[in-house]
């Protein structure tokens, strides 16, 4: 009886560390993938339909509004908002303090007439600004704070 409870404590492990590595190996594959979505904005007359990585450890948002930003490259936002070579400011953008992985950044901001995730013939109207930073950041694609879609991918 000794050596029985012994092996099934033995086999007990054998399968907890079994499963704890299975585990493991999914996490990191969750982690691992990255998530995209089509996204159409409005600005006025302009419009642009963009592919933009959902990102969990973007943080950024409105201090004033507590919305999330969407950051754009700044040849995409310069296109939608008309904004001139210069970084001149227009009527409705601002000036928003924001900190990333390489230090702080000011970032102009705006909100858009309109942000709406396409998934097929579907669109759902989201709530935020849009974004570029002032400096050339290298931002090449669309970044979309996941609190902007996380309420309607999760259903």
């Known amino acids: 009886t000794g050596e029985r409870a012994l092996c099934f404590v033995s086999v007990g ?39 933009a990585l959902v990102d969990s450890g973007n943080l950024l948002c409105d201090p004033l509004s507590g919305d999330p930003v969407l950051i754009l490259p700044r040849n995409t936002f310069r296109r939608l908002t008309h904004l001139p070579q210069g970084s001149t400011l227009l009527p409705g953008m601002r000036l928003l303090r924001a ?17 709406f995730l396409l998934s097929g013939w579907k669109e759902t109207a989201l709530r935020g600004l849009i974004g570029c930073a002032l400096s050339d950041g290298g931002v090449h694609q669309p970044v979309m704070p996941e609190s902007m879609v996380s309420a309607i991918l999760c259903k």
């Open 99 to 115: 900190r990333t992985a390489s230090g702080i950044t000011l970032m102009i901001v705006l909100r858009p007439d309109g942000i």
């Open 13 to 51: 492990t054998v399968l907890a560390r079994t499963l704890l590595l299975l585990l493991r190996r999914l996490t990191r594959l969750e982690h691992g993938k990255r998530r995209f979505v089509r996204v159409r904005i409005r600005c006025g007359d302009c419009e642009s339909a963009v592919t």
